[in-house]
């Protein structure tokens, strides 16, 4: 059984996944090519997730080490507006409901600092207005909670290749 990380902060490559999944690749009719560029591509696509929720954060990390991608973790905005300095993450998943720095305000930080910066927003107190501003301020999508592991796999690697 997966151990998830105790750290608010941590960062971590799951090679054994990225390794599981490239070999997939080959042996469904890939090219050693194919493989190498999935793994190198999903290596760098560091991703910084937001949440105060520990189990959420901790969730979301997991699905997303699945899929072979690198995590960052922030426990609030505060937090993950140091991480994103600091990191310079391809994608960013953040909460909207967070005490302190809410994840519409990093939304609008990190445009500041970076207005071609991926930024995806999830909350589960949904609302149009919500969704408008997300939008307006430049979110990349906004997903609504409970998440669904497919549709956050999806909307990731999406938002990635959209940006390439």
Request: net charge negative; hydrophobic share 45%.
């Amino acid at each position: 059984m997966q151990q998830f990380p105790e750290a608010s902060h941590e960062r971590t490559t799951p090679l054994s996944k990225i390794a599981t999944r490239d070999v997939a690749t080959l042996t469904k009719g890939g090219t050693l090519g194919t493989a190498v560029r999935i793994m190198a591509e999903r290596r760098i696509s560091s991703i910084l997730i937001v949440d105060d929720d520990a189990a959420q954060r901790r969730l979301i990390d997991f699905w997303l080490k699945e899929e072979g991608y690198s995590t960052v973790l922030a426990s609030d905005g505060k937090a993950g507006l140091r991480e994103f300095e600091a990191e310079s993450p391809r994608l960013v998943i953040a909460d909207i409901r967070m005490p302190g720095l809410s994840g519409l305000e990093l939304l609008g930080r990190i445009k500041g600092f970076n207005e071609d910066a991926l930024v995806i927003l999830i909350t589960a107190f949904g609302t149009v207005e919500n969704a408008v501003e997300a939008m307006k301020l430049g979110a990349t999508d906004y997903i609504l909670k409970p998440l669904n592991v497919d549709e956050l796999k999806i909307v990731v690697r999406r938002a990635l290749q959209h940006q390439q």
